[in-house]
């Protein structure tokens, strides 16, 4: 029966290293940036290799691939597998390929085994996952379910002047199906941890329920410009001690909702920028995140009590800007529960998480049943070219993965 079924681990090892060629760097990472022609090069393997394995190409006109098993019953809604196949410029031969690699592993161990499934199976490579060349990233996700407008997105535009939309038509990818509107059953996405938990607990396998959600906001300190040498410290409208304390109280704030809660100020800037002048003006960047969104929502309204407390107490004008807000997302609980049998059945030690990072797995799920599996990376590292992971977790994930679709798939034995 279906249950004593692996894939084959040494296709999908040699695979990834196959892919990793493509673009290799020097210190043993992978530099195929979304659409320049290490990309091209990756998506046309990927596509012969999906060929090869009898699967049905799409391409739509974000430059998504769809690669198609059919089911035996091709009315009903498709499982929905992958990730990405672009990197970072100094990205590492993981981070997305194994997700949309373990996908083709999983399609062509059904094959050697004769087994067809109930719901058709598509394995999907998104477009500009990353966001490293043309920044926001998740295009081909965000454009697929609507988050982000086609024209938009082709009118992006990288730091040398390329335009995404000319890059996707010159590498041969703006297909000519309207992105979204496949008939999905339910999406699974595997990845590294790109952190370190599974790794320090010695787990193999991490069934993600959600995406943690976050705020990015701009904290602005108005006070006035003065001489630092004649100013006596009582008289100053200083912002930087305004957002000295407020810092502080956003901190112990922070605390009440540790371990999850994170706080990070990455950037300040200030004005004028001068060794002898108080400053006029201070912005401080917040980036701050949590799985849950009662908490996102009272630590909003309480950043922005503190801020007005603080401006007032040091006589200046302090306001917070909102610039992003992504809501946390949970995971269908029918793709969580099948990622979770999976694992126990195959014996695998797993836990659940909560992603610290964004996935494409975020945007599917406000249109179809998605779950997530994560597998561990050497040291938590990615986004680095000396981003690793174990070959029995990357064999041990793309057996829960093929556990995981068939379950979904309903499969038959033929
Ligand atoms: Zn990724």
Known sequence: MNQNLRINGERLLSRLAEMAQIGATEKGGVCRVALSDEDKVGRDLFIEWCQAANCDIAVDQIGNIFARRNGSNEDSPAILTGSHLDSQPTGGKFDGVYG????????ETLNDHDITTIHPL????????EGARFAPGLTGSGVYTGVFDLEEAYACVDKDGFILGEELLRI????????????IKAALEIHIEQGPILEEEGIPIGVVHGVQGMYWYDLVFEGQEAHAGTTPMERRKDP????????EKIYQLNDIYAPQGRATFGDFIVEPGSRNTVPGKLTVTLDYRHPEEAVL???????RSIVDAESETRRIKGWVDEIWYMPPVTFSAECIAAVQHAADQLGYPSREMVSGAGHDAMYLAQVAPT???????????SHNELENAQSEDLIA??????????????????
């Open 100 to 107: 949309v690699l373990a996908a083709l592993e999983v399609l």
């Open 397 to 414: 994930g793309g057996n829960v993965l093929l556990h995981a679709i068939l379950e979904l798939a309903n499969p038959q034995v033929n």
């Open 371 to 381: 779950g997530m599996i994560f597998i561990p990376c050497d040291n938590g590292l």
């Open 122 to 129: 598509e394995i999907v490579s998104w477009t500009n996952e």
């Open 240 to 247: 930087v001690a305004a957002a000295v304390s407020v810092i």
């Open 172 to 183: 041969g990818y703006a297909g000519i199906a309207a992105p979204g509107g496949r008939s």
């Open 297 to 303: 929502r009272t630590v909003d309204s309480e950043v």
